[in-house]
């Protein structure tokens, strides 16, 4: 069984920063892609960043220059660096995670999600 654990978020002034992360646990074989989407009230989820195992990084335009996405592949866990925060930032951020289990299947697991405020 694999379990993914988000922390990090919580109320910011604008122009302020955040890490968030999230450590993927369990029976784990390989995890392929990491990537952190948000969801705001009233709103779809929306990718955020994207980070394969190799390859480029993927980001919205609206956080390109300010967010940066990482990954730590020893310790499964995937970050999500957000400087310069707007109050439009403000949402719900979820960390997805693709990966294959010891047995050999495949996941597409999210996390709970952790809340983001920006204040202005």
């Known amino acids: 069984q694999v379990q993914l654990v988000e922390s990090g978020g919580g109320l910011v002034q604008a122009g302020g920063s955040l890490r968030l992360s999230c450590a993927a646990s369990?029976?784990?074989?390989?995890?392929?892609?990491m990537g952190w989407y948000r969801q705001a009230p009233g709103k779809q989820r929306e990718l955020v960043a994207r980070?394969?195992?190799?390859?480029?990084?993927i980001y919205a335009d609206s956080v390109k220059g300010r967010f940066t996405i990482s990954r730590d592949n020893a310790k499964n866990t995937v970050y999500l660096q957000m400087n310069s925060l707007k109050p439009e930032d403000t949402a719900v951020y979820y960390c997805?995670?693709?990966?294959?289990?010891?047995?050999?299947?495949?996941?597409?697991?999210w996390g709970q999600g952790t809340q983001v405020t920006v204040s202005s």
């Open positions: 997805n995670i693709d990966l294959f289990s010891d047995s050999r299947t495949y996941y597409s697991l």
């Open positions: 369990g029976s784990i074989f390989s995890i392929n892609a």
């Open positions: 980070i394969p195992s190799g390859g480029s990084t």
